[in-house]
């Protein structure tokens, strides 16, 4: 483990601070609000990464400000459709590392508009005439779909992803370029355009790799609508849930997960019935399928006791390896999970406090923990509700909490009670609730901070050893009392 | 602890030490008790087993979200479909209600014990307090300091009893063995005392026993008869009249409150002899009266006359009320009681359920071990006594003994007698060989009560000496016991520690594995299907369906509507032109079943198919006949030489549909059976296969929906085989419901 400075260092870089309090309502603005044309993209580099089973966008973007002001505000356009799938929103400085992640979140006005924007806050306003290098990056959740919608299930799974050659901004762009990157090298249909220059025909296609442009200048909202459908006969991944709830014990120097999944295939369905005697021939003959067989869980080195089970008990068909390099939890549903079929389960694990627990100089603790530690897998895992806990000690206070993910995913978090294992006042539980998120952001961290004062650790073992001690004298005295008729001889 | 143990080691113990130390032993033997119960736990998980446990954890389920008042009036519309079941007036509620008192109060502590655990474990925390009840119930007999810790132990470890009190065995025997044998000690307790506290207390545990378990009905014959011994002995007193009395009008009324029983205890012929007992003492409490007050002469033509009147005015009342239907007459598993071939003729679904079987032999051996040449060892000390309480064992093991030869399931019942009969011989026996010599009986203390018995005992001329015959005695006696803890715990670890939802094996290196295919096709029902898609099974996989996969059956192991088995009997062992519109009119979605030919599982339908051949034939004489699925020499066949309407049968057929397809051609072998199947596999037409387990055990199909062309199901699939259709008959309009 680091040291405890990187720990703290920690808060000072990461540009997520959340306070324990609720966070400030945002301002919401005026529902005729158009992006104020202050700015035009110099340069355009649009890359559509479709190798997981979530679609990944980056945007790299060199913009300048026309205006004659200060300018510190850039919008990105969305779709209220792909607003409600979008997440990970996160902007980089491309020429600056040093400057962190910028602060961006969902501009608030009309419900009803089609046209959505996520606001960007450049951290340092940008003089008129400037230019400043954007690196923006997003995901969409739930980003394909399967044509045909029924395969058989030895057959190859194709998805269609929709998207615009056009990168959507809110500002005039005057060159830019799109590159898709399929999930293989077969892509039997995309959309086609008339090339210019030299270029016959867009796009031009390498490998998996379909590039559209460069393009002359395009005005603002420019879109053009285009599909490509590529091969992708693995699992699509689909998390609607996940709670995940951590507790911090003290006393017994432990950390315990507990983690419920609701897992969904979102890929073609089966054509006809499952047939097992052809499951069990193409598992052995040809091992590739779109079928979920296997997930693995890598978790913290030490970690230990996982578990695996669903609604009606232990799943059996799981293997836990733990060992001073690793500990992976591989799981095997109790199915194979084809396309439209759900499999909820629940993983677990305890692991040594030390791990994730320190001490402050001020007596303090901090307690750090990723974010999420979800299955690995090559084909990627998309989440789209989290919904964590992390059970404090009883009297835990002073909260406060440190989310490395972009701000925009967060719905909200709280700090509240919760009553379990014989307490009286109850633990504090920090709860966060996150949506669209990917496993991308699984090394991602959750630092929190508190105190908890001695007085209040040794409540506990008093409150049980007094009541412990009420009840046998009450036993006692009951004993003592004499309820019975005064005694006369036995017939 | 320690230091208690040193003193009854050291020196003569005092009675606060004696205390400490026996209620430490007896500590200890509930510690065993449930320990031995914990090996399922440990070898798999935390699970409910068998069957019946999983409805009842439904239940519980249902009771600790919906409150007990919603329970009480549950209606479950996702059972027996489409009639579905009044569950909450139907049940014994005392199990679920245990249980979910427990769960509320250790969820007021903020102890979060999930349902299940509460439940798996029930049964093993229940059998430490049996163990207690017993050396309550023991100590009641006789005065020996040392039988009442041994029947503590025998019951705690006895596998008779094991064998329905193992975890995860969350049943209505979990808790009421223990209800039982309290009920039983208090009894003896009113009994001897001829309190009314204790009587009152004795129909309050009784009152709980009928809630908890149909087996009350053994408490409600037992007590009057003991009762009616008592008095043709000549033993009738006021202490029998005043308990026998204060039990019965509580008893009864407690009873009623149960919906299940309401009015049976004086409806039906099983709870008469209570009530003619509770009458007959009325009288003979009258006669003792009117004894005391005339003269010897006129009172014996009085009796007789007083007696013949009753007697004739009872019997005929109860003829008339019988015949006129008021009283229900005996049922039928109460015949299979007396006759054990009745039920295989009359009632074939009782006598379908292994549990309802006679009993072996070796069963009684396997069950008590040295129990059972102990009990008439204590039977005989008892009769040489035969004080009022002893009458009770003595025609409790009669009966107990009787009735656990006629079915293997109440072995469960002669159990507890059976412990306490052993103990009082196995502890008379090592007081006789092991207690003190005369001279060290003057310095036991008076304080105890039992001590100037046990010092009159071994002065007496039965004491021995010498040392030679004391060592190979007690040796012989600890071996013996060593024997049957030993034999207990390989019983219950080989015997009655399976879940039986999973199935372990053995890996080629030695470790386990773990044959999961129950829950792999129930979880893939409850997710994968329509939240309110009906499945058809035979009934043994009724409440397994309900609790695991969350579906709508057509039948479960609460078997009370025989027709509606019938039905899925006659679906299942029908062809597919008669099982198709059956499934239609039930709206049966999918159809399970349970097939071991692959890995040789023996307990599948196929070998159950004849009990569903029989239901069916019960009701359909003359469409489903059993003979029909025997060849022409009476062999039970599934190969190549089974009959046609074995090979047509619905179960046949989904049982081997594309079963040939895994193995070469013409090599296909059912490993259970142990035969050859036919090269060609059988074909369906109205139902496709819609998952089948990774090991074959289970097999679900999908009932096809009506053809989108209107063309019937075997033509539709003939089409789609490629299959010329021979000749085209004109057909009328498509029918919705066929009849």
Known sequence: MKPLSIATALFGIVSTVLAAEPRQSKDILPKDFKPPQVFKNANLVHIISLEKNYAKEQINAVIENVSPELQDEYYVPFTADQLSRVGGFEVKDRKDAGAGRFVADVAEYDPLSDVQYYRIRLPTPLKAGGQQTLGISFYYLRAYKALPALIDQTDEQYLSYEFSIYAPSAYPTLKQKTEVKAGSAKIPDYTKLAGTGDVPEYPQKQGTKLTYGPFDEKPAGASSPATVRFEFTKPVIHISALERDIEVSHWGGNVAFEERYTIQHLGANLSTQFNRVKWAQSQFMNPNSHALKELRVPLQVGSDDAYFTDTIGNVSTSHFRSNKREAVLELKPRYPIFGGWKYPFTIGWNSNAANYLRRTATGGFVFRTPFLEGPKQAEGVEYEHIDLRVLLPEGAQNVKLLADIPESSIIEHTVGLHKTYLDTIGRTAVHIKARNLVDEFRDRELIITYDVSSSITLRKPFIVFASMLAVFTLAWAVGKIDVGFSKTKQA | ?????????????????????????????????????????????????????????????????????????????????????????????????????????????????????????LAPAFSGLTAFAAYLLTNEMTTSPSAGL????????????????????????????????????????????????????????????????????????????????????????????????????????????????????????????????????????????????????????????????????????????TSLGYIAPWGGRFYSLWDTGYAKVHIPI?????????????????????????????????????????????????????????????????????????????????????????????????????????????????????????????????????????????????????????????????????????????????????????????????????????????????????????????????????????????????????FGGLLGYSGDDINKFLWMVRIAEGIWPEEVKERDFFTARGEYRVDDGATDTMKNSLMYKMSYHNYQSMFPPGKAADRVRGVQLPSEGPVLNTIEEAYTTENWIIRIYKVKDLDNVGRDHFSAAAFDRGQKKKATKKRGPRVLRVD
Not at chain 2, 9 to 35: D, E, N, W
Not at chain 2, 403 to 423: D, Q
Request: hydrophobic fraction near 50%.
């Open chain 2, 150 to 321: 041994l029947a503590a132990a025998f019951m705690g470890i006895a596998p008779g009893y094991i064998s329905r009190s193992v975890a995860g065995s969350y049943d209505n025997e979990a808790i009421a063995i223990f209800l039982l044998v309290f009920t039983f000690y208090l009894w003896i307790k009113a009994l001897k005392l001829g309190s009314m506290l204790w009587g009152a207390l004795c129909a309050l545990f009784y009152g709980y026993m009928v809630a908890s378990w149909g087996g009350y009905a053994f408490i409600t014959c037992i007590l009057p008869l003991h009762a009616f011994v008592l008095i043709c002995m000549g033993r009738y007193s006021r202490r029998l009249y005043v308990s026998y009395t204060t039990w019965y009008a509580l008893g009864t009324l407690a009873s009623m409150q149960i919906p299940f029983v309401g009015f049976l205890p004086v409806k039906t012929s099983e709870h008469m002899p209570a009530l003619g007992i509770f009458g007959f003492l009325q009288l003979v409490g009258f006669i003792d009266y009117v004894r005391s007050a005339i003269s010897g002469r006129q009172f014996q033509a009085f009796l007789i006359t007083v007696l013949v009147a009753t007697f004739g005015i009872g019997l005929a009342g109860l003829v008339a009320l």
């Open chain 2, 1 to 121: 602890m320690a230091v208690a143990q040193q003193n009854a080691l050291l020196g003569p113990p005092s009675q606060s030490s004696r205390t400490l130390l026996r209620v430490v032993i007896l500590l200890f033997i509930a510690g065993a008790a449930i320990a031995s119960r914990l090996f399922s736990v440990i070898r798999f998980e935390s699970i409910i087993h068998e069957f019946d446990p999983w409805f009842n954890f439904r239940a519980t389920k249902y009771l600790v979200a919906n409150g007990f008042y919603k329970f009480w009036d549950w209606f479950d519309d996702r059972t027996w479909h489409p009639l579905g079941r009044v569950t909450g007036g139907t049940l014994y509620p005392g199990l679920m209600v245990t249980s979910g008192v427990i769960y509320h109060i250790l969820q007021a502590l903020t102890i979060p014990i999930d349902i299940r655990n509460i439940c798996v474990l």
């Open chain 2, 350 to 594: 009782i006598a379908s359920v292994s549990e309802h079987q006679p009993t072996a032999w070796p069963a009684f051996f396997f069950d008590l071990n040295i129990l059972v040449w102990l009990l008439p060892a204590g039977i005989w000390l008892l009769y040489k006594e035969l004080r009022d309480e002893h009458v009770f064992v003595i025609t409790y093991a009669l009966c107990g003994s009787y009735f656990a030869g006629v079915m293997v399931r109440l072995m469960l019942t002669l159990t507890p007698i059976v412990c306490v009969a052993a103990a009082i011989a196995a502890s008379k026996l090592l007081d006789t060989y092991l207690v003190k010599s005369p001279s060290q009986t003057s310095t036991s203390e008076a304080g105890e009560k039992k001590a100037p018995k046990s010092a009159d005992k071994t002065a007496s001329p039965l004491g021995v000496s010498s040392m030679v015959s004391k060592l190979t005695i007690v040796g012989a006696m600890i071996v013996y016991l060593l024997m049957f803890v030993s034999h207990c715990t390989w019983v219950t670890s080989n015997a009655y520690s399976s879940p039986s939802v999973v199935l372990a094996s053995r890996m080629p290196d030695g470790s386990q594995h773990i044959i999961d295919d129950y829950r792999e096709a129930y979880q893939w029902l409850r997710q994968n299907t329509k939240e309110d898609a009906k499945i058809m099974s035979w009934w043994d996989y009724g409440y397994q369906i309900g609790g695991m996969a969350d579906r709508p059956t057509l039948v479960d192991n609460n078997t009370w509507n025989n027709t509606h088995i019938a039905t899925v009997g006659k679906a299942m062992s029908s062809r597919e032109e008669v099982s198709y519109p059956i499934m239609r009119q039930h709206e049966v979605d999918y159809v399970l079943i349970v």
